[in-house]
């Protein structure tokens, strides 16, 4: 069966920066595009950042220049490099994956910045 792993959550001071990472197992990982969520207290959850199975990448607004998405198929990995944290980034992030029209998620990683 398809499950993802999140790690590299945390607590970090305001500005600073952390690396996330998503395991993926059960799925040809390099066919599938690949998607990190997050989600604050009593909010929704949002999307932060999309990797094609090509590698072309999207982002919220909330994340361009502050956030890069990237994808080691040999690994099966998609990471979230996040710098130029904020306060309002604390949230537990998701990674997810659309497959046979059913989307997956991992467990989620907290990401809380704090000073």
């Known amino acids: 069966q398809v499950q993802l792993v999140e790690s590299g959550g945390g607590l970090v001071q305001p500005g600073g920066s952390l690396r996330l990472s998503c395991t993926a197992s059960?799925?040809?990982?390099?066919?599938?595009?690949m998607n990190w969520y997050r989600q604050a207290p009593e909010k929704r959850r949002e999307l932060v950042a999309t990797?094609?199975?090509?590698?072309?990448?999207n982002y919220a607004g909330s994340a361009k220049g502050r956030f890069t998405v990237s994808r080691d198929n040999a690994k099966s990995t998609v990471y979230l490099q996040m710098n130029s944290l904020k306060p309002e980034d604390t949230a537990v992030y998701y990674c997810?994956?659309?497959?046979?029209?059913?989307?997956?998620w991992g467990q989620g990683t907290q990401v809380t910045v704090s000073s």
């Open positions: 997810n994956v659309r497959y046979t029209n059913r989307d997956y």
């Open positions: 990797i094609a199975s090509g590698g072309t990448t």
């Open positions: 059960g799925i040809i990982f390099s066919l599938y595009g």
